[in-house]
């Protein structure tokens, strides 16, 4: 596959997400980095910014099947799965598929359910395949889960466990619009909802191919060392009780790919590791004195203090 097609087929894919998702170039490139890293997103912000938004306009824009759960204290596991139910016809049971069978998944305010329905989804986002009844059923390919939490809201909900927040490669806030974003955004939506007018750019067989394009990125050798540098200096500094897992070191090393790629190269810079840092591996790090996941700011600031101790290769 050639250079400019790659280059081609991630332009049309982000102008598209841009035409209805406005002011947040980067937040739309980093929601790409890891569809095309084959992992899944944690959006942590205040309700009514555009996180819905965001995955019904990647839907559209691949021409992909997109889900919604809206996570609640009493939302169970099989209303995620799915499950098997009788058929008194044929005297079998016949399996039901759940949301969690989509290319995009949008899991609305996560936290506010309890831990064994959050659980629910790891073998999903795992492994692409969920087990009901004793039965394995394969999810569609590509699969990307966007899930959501309101940072400000602790009522009800649930801080969720470490082995949850491992599996989402980046976590980042979407924030709030400039003032003429905000103002583009009012006045587009006088003839109704322009996300429902989205066509599609791409195919979803393009968007596996470009997965595994991501895998042929070049990683200089002095850049694995800085990007491991990293992640020992996570589990070696004083200030932090647990520090990356190695799985969180391969997203890493994945993530700095996919976003190579996005960023029309086929080779990574120190820049991608950098600018990737915070949103890979700090919710995936325990500062001390902190519970998993219950201070974003405090474990942010550990990463940039980590990155600012550590020689950067020519």
């Given at each position: 596959?050639?250079?400019?097609?790659?280059?081609?087929?991630l332009?049309?894919?982000?102008?598209?997400?841009?035409?209805?998702?406005?002011?947040?170039?980067?937040?739309?490139k980093l929601?790409?980095?890891?569809?095309?890293?084959?992992?899944?997103?944690?959006?942590?912000?205040?309700?009514?910014?555009?996180k819905?938004?965001?995955?019904?306009?990647?839907?559209?824009?691949?021409?992909?099947?997109?889900?919604?759960?809206?996570?609640?204290?009493?939302?169970l596991?099989?209303?995620i799965t799915?499950?098997?139910?009788?058929?008194?016809?044929?005297?079998?049971?016949?399996?039901?598929?759940g949301?969690?069978?989509?290319?995009?998944?949008?899991?609305?305010?996560?936290?506010?359910?309890?831990?064994?329905?959050q659980?629910?989804?790891?073998?999903?986002?795992?492994?692409?395949?969920?087990?009901?009844?004793?039965?394995?059923?394969?999810?569609?390919?590509?699969?990307?889960?966007?899930a959501?939490?309101?940072?400000?809201?602790?009522?009800?909900?649930y801080?969720?466990?470490?082995?949850?927040?491992?599996?989402?490669?980046?976590?980042?806030a979407?924030?709030?619009?400039?003032?003429?974003?905000e103002?583009?955004?009012?006045?587009?939506h006088r003839?109704?909802?322009?996300?429902?007018?989205?066509?599609?750019?791409?195919?979803?067989?393009?968007i596996?191919?470009?997965?595994?394009?991501?895998?042929?990125?070049?990683?200089?050798?002095?850049?694995?060392?800085?990007?491991?540098?990293?992640?020992?200096?996570?589990?070696?500094?004083?200030?932090?009780?647990?520090g990356?897992s190695t799985?969180?070191?391969l997203?890493?090393?994945?993530?700095?790919?996919a976003?190579a790629?996005?960023?029309?190269?086929?080779?990574?810079?120190?820049?991608?590791?950098?600018?990737?840092?915070?949103?890979?591996?700090?919710?995936?790090?325990?500062?001390?004195?902190?519970?998993p996941?219950?201070?974003?700011?405090?474990?942010?600031?550990?990463?940039?203090e980590?990155?600012?101790?550590?020689?950067?290769?020519?």
């Open positions: 596959m050639s250079q400019p097609n790659l280059a081609e087929d332009h049309r894919l982000q102008a598209n997400i841009e035409e209805v998702v406005l002011g947040k170039p980067d937040v739309i929601v790409i980095t890891a569809l095309l890293a084959g992992e899944h997103i944690l959006l942590e912000d205040v309700p009514g910014v555009g819905t938004l965001i995955g019904k306009a990647i839907a559209k824009s691949i021409s992909g099947e997109f889900s919604r759960l809206q996570f609640t204290p009493d939302l596991p099989s209303d799915g499950s098997s139910i009788y058929n008194s016809n044929t005297s079998e049971f016949i399996f039901s598929p949301p969690i069978f989509a290319n995009i998944v949008l899991a609305d305010e996560i936290n506010r359910a309890p831990p064994r329905t659980s629910a989804l790891l073998e999903a986002m795992g492994e692409s395949q969920v087990s009901v009844d004793g039965e394995t059923h394969m999810l569609p390919k590509p699969l990307l889960v966007i959501t939490q309101n940072p400000f809201e602790f009522e009800g909900t801080l969720l466990p470490e082995s949850q927040l491992d599996r989402f490669l980046l976590r980042i979407v924030g709030y619009p400039s003032r003429p974003a103002r583009s955004l009012l006045e587009s003839r109704g909802e322009p996300v429902n007018e989205l066509q599609p750019v791409i195919d979803l067989d393009r596996v191919t470009l997965q595994a394009a991501v895998r042929q990125i070049h990683f200089e050798s002095s850049l694995v060392d800085y990007l491991l540098d990293i992640a020992h200096a996570t589990r070696e500094s004083k200030e932090i009780q647990v990356v799985r969180g070191t997203a890493f090393y994945r993530a700095a790919q976003l790629l996005v960023e029309n190269r086929q080779h990574v810079v120190p820049d991608d590791i950098k600018r990737l840092a915070v949103p890979v591996l700090a919710h995936r790090i325990v500062p001390r004195g902190m519970l996941g219950s201070d974003r700011s405090a474990a942010e600031e550990v990463v940039v980590l990155l600012g101790k550590l020689s950067v290769p020519t």
